[in-house]
């Protein structure tokens, strides 16, 4: 696979690479303020922790990212189109602040058939998007992505779980696919809670632990398989990261159907 190292447009290494072969990062820090951020802790700290999102300074403007993110877009079209594009890292891409620079770079990805995926924990946009006149095609061509973790109290300013797992429902009513990040798991209990109240309207979730912390290996092998059974009349596809598989002492080879193989091949645009 090409690798990508553009200012706006590159490829994630490491566990993000689990999330998406190609990523854009415009905007460093985020206002949701969540308690466990990673943007918030270690070595990203310094650079990438501030409550308010900053656009990154390799871009002069809002306008000259733009620029660059189309030029970019179009060098690398085979690849980007075939595996499409993963909306953000580094900050929450529907912020106020953030959504429409986002939502102009999107639109360039429709006019060139690049799928889209888009990470948040927003929910106050999703009135504004059902109003827009998306065509099928462009439905067909974007994933609305929630985190779910079931924890209001530890992501402050961000919208809350319920109103997530609603924005889910309308979009999906709407037309829209839907995915869900259940990462991190806060505790067992809150995560599965969220599988069982988005399941329904899911069309995949993504399944990680918080870097660091402790978990009894038993409650986690008794949490997937719990996951993986009330998910699979559903039809939702699940993908377990390899760190959380690692710490079950579980194969990807020998899970089920319904849950992402060995070779990673699932794909959200083609099925
Ligand atoms: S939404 Fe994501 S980027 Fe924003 S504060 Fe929470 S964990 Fe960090």
Same mark, same amino acid.
């Given at each position: 696979m090409k690798q990508l190292n553009g200012k706006a447009i590159y490829s994630p290494k490491g566990k993000a690479g689990e999330y998406a072969e190609y990523a854009c990062n415009f905007y460093v820090g985020c206002s949701n303020q969540c308690e466990y951020c990673y943007l918030r802790k $270690? !070595?990203?700290?310094?650079?990438? $922790?501030?409550d308010k999102p900053t656009l990154k300074k390799?871009?002069?403007g809002e306008k000259h990212a733009l620029e660059v993110f189309e030029k970019e877009l179009k060098q690398n079209l085979p690849e980007l189109q075939k595996r499409g594009l993963f909306f +953000?890292?580094?900050?929450? *891409?529907?912020?106020p602040e953030t959504m429409p620079l986002h939502g102009l770079a999107v639109g360039k990805c429709f006019d060139n058939n690049v799928p889209v995926k888009v990470l948040t924990k927003r929910a106050d946009w999703v009135d504004y998007i059902l109003e827009q006149p998306f065509s099928e095609r462009e439905k067909k061509m974007i994933a609305f992505g929630f985190t779910l973790t079931g924890r209001d109290d530890l992501e402050p300013n961000a919208s809350t779980n319920a109103e997530r797992i609603e924005a889910m429902y309308m979009l999906h009513d709407a037309g829209f696919k839907t995915w869900a +990040? =259940?990462?991190?798991? =806060?505790t067992f209990a809150s995560s599965f809670k969220m599988v069982i109240d988005s399941r329904h309207f899911c069309d995949l979730f993504k399944i990680g632990l918080e870097s660091g912390k402790k978990y009894d290996k038993g409650l986690l092998r008794r949490f997937i398989d719990d996951v993986i059974e009330y998910t699979e009349y559903f039809g939702c596809k699940l993908y377990f990261k390899d760190s959380l598989l690692k710490r079950a002492g !579980? &194969?990807?080879?020998?899970?089920? *159907?319904n849950c992402v193989n060995v &070779?990673?091949?699932? &794909?959200m645009f083609n099925n």
């Open positions: $270690g !070595i990203g700290k310094a650079t990438l $922790g501030g390799c871009f002069k +953000s890292f580094t900050t929450d *891409p529907m912020l +990040s =259940i990462e991190p798991v =806060i !579980i &194969n990807r080879e020998d899970l089920p *159907p &070779n990673r091949d699932y &794909n």
